[in-house]
Nanobody
Framework: QVQLVESGGGLVQAGGSLRLSCTTS????????MGWYRQALGKQRELVAL???????TYADAVKGRFTISRDNAKNTVYLQMDSLKPEDTAVYYC????????????WGQGTQVTVSS
């Protein structure tokens, strides 16, 4: 059974930092593309950042230069370092794992709330 457990959300003032963590189990973590998505109230879920098994990174334009995604395969964990936070970053952040199988399958964590006050 694949499980993803996020942690690290909370309340922070604008300009501050948070680091989110997502630990997975039940899968070969190093084979997975891992991602962070977010969903603000009343909006659709959107991609924040992705990291491939080889370490290639993709970021949404809104977070480039402020957020950094990284992974520790030994700990089955993916991180999202969020700096220079803005009120518009307020959302529930979800961890995603894309498994390299046919047909493709992905799994989601339960989400962690990030609130940035102005």
């Amino acid at each position: 059974q694949v499980q993803l457990v996020e942690s690290g959300g909370g309340l922070v003032q604008a300009g501050g930092s948070l680091r989110l963590s997502c630990t997975t189990s039940g899968t070969i973590f190093s084979f997975n593309t891992m991602g962070w998505y977010r969903q603000a109230l009343g909006k659709q879920r959107e991609l924040v950042a992705l990291i491939t098994p080889g370490g290639s990174r993709t970021y949404a334009d809104a977070v480039k230069g402020r957020f950094t995604i990284s992974r520790d395969n030994a700990k089955n964990t993916v991180y999202l370092q969020m700096d220079s936070l803005k009120p518009e970053d307020t959302a529930v952040y979800y961890c995603n794992a894309q498994l390299p199988v046919t047909p493709p399958r992905d799994y989601w964590g339960q989400g962690t709330q990030v609130t940035v006050s102005s």
